[in-house]
């Protein structure tokens, strides 16, 4: 039985987006100068000219400038870096995306170090991760941010609730169980040598899958009515046709979950507008203002 209630992340995203575009427009004028957002693409991969596309243009929609620099697969990483270096000191420039995955001749580890901690509006840089986790002011990482919010809006408070978090990569897993953490909530993170994943993901309240695994979260993986936030993106082929998937077994999850979100049109659309998020609050710190409240936001 279809009973669980589906988050629509591309509606709350676009909502995100224009409380984004007021905010913004209101710095514009406060400052006279746009936000700057600077997204470096290296290569050809399918995948990331459609995310730095979509970037671009949904930076540009909310009124802020955006500048791009896209590079051959064989740039070498002093050329990069130089190229960072020199957006670090570009006043016109608040925030830094170099698109991942980097060629394998590249250290993404040193790149990424390379970006100035306030313009790093990816939240990877050692600096933001270490903020982030004792409590600072901080770029956080887009794609948790997202689900946070998500989470927020739906549950309010979820002090003392159990959570659990499939995964523990830098971008996802380990930010989104910080952040969890910081709402109070009782935080599990399991991954690929965990024992018995089925039965510690059944006793969650707040289940976060960041696996990008097709379909591996099964409905008997779910307590009923718990909240599900899928953040996989899988490209599978069923009968001959290109699918998008999630990690959760969404068709069969969908009746035991109190709430979920669907892939695509969940996490994804939130991850965007997020980055827009950090892209403003990295102009207003250079500009001395605070960082926008998540709770003014909705
Ligand atoms: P990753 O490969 O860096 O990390 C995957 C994690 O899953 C690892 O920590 C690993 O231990 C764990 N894992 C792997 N196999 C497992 C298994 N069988 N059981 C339990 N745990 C297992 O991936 P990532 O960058 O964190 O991304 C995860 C998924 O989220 C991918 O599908 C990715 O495409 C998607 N993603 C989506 C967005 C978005 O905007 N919606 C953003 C980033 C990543």
Partial sequence: MNSSKIIDGKVVASELRQKIK???????ESVKSKPGLAVVLV??????????????????????????YK?????SQEELLNLIKKLNSDLAINGILVQLPLPKHIDSVKVLDMICPSKDVDGFHAINVGKLWTGLDALIPCTP???????????????????????RSDIVGK???????KANASVTIVHSKTKDLESVCSKADILVAAV????????????????????????????????LV??????NVIGVAGKI????????PMTIACLLLNTLNAARAQHKMDAIKLDSLF
């Fill in 246 to 251: 999630g990690d959760v077994d969404y068709e």
């Fill in 212 to 243: 990008g695994v097709p379909n591996m979260v099964r409905s008997s993986w779910v307590k009923k009515g718990a909240t599900v936030i899928d953040v996989g993106i899988n490209r599978i082929e069923v009968d001959g046709k290109k699918r």
């Fill in 175 to 181: 930010p989104m169980s910080s952040l969890l953490l």
């Fill in 261 to 268: 979100t669907p892939v695509p049109g969940g996490v994804g």
């Fill in 71 to 75: 590079y051959p697969e064989n740039i």
């Fill in 43 to 68: 290569g050809e991969n399918p995948a990331s000219q459609v995310y730095v596309r979509n970037k671009i243009l949904q930076t540009k929609e909310v009124g802020f400038i955006s500048y791009e």
């Fill in 22 to 28: 007021t905010l913004g427009s209101d710095f514009i």
């Fill in 145 to 167: 941010l997202g689900c946070s919010i998500l989470i927020k809006r739906e549950l309010g408070d979820i002090s003392g609730a159990n959570a659990v978090v499939i995964g």
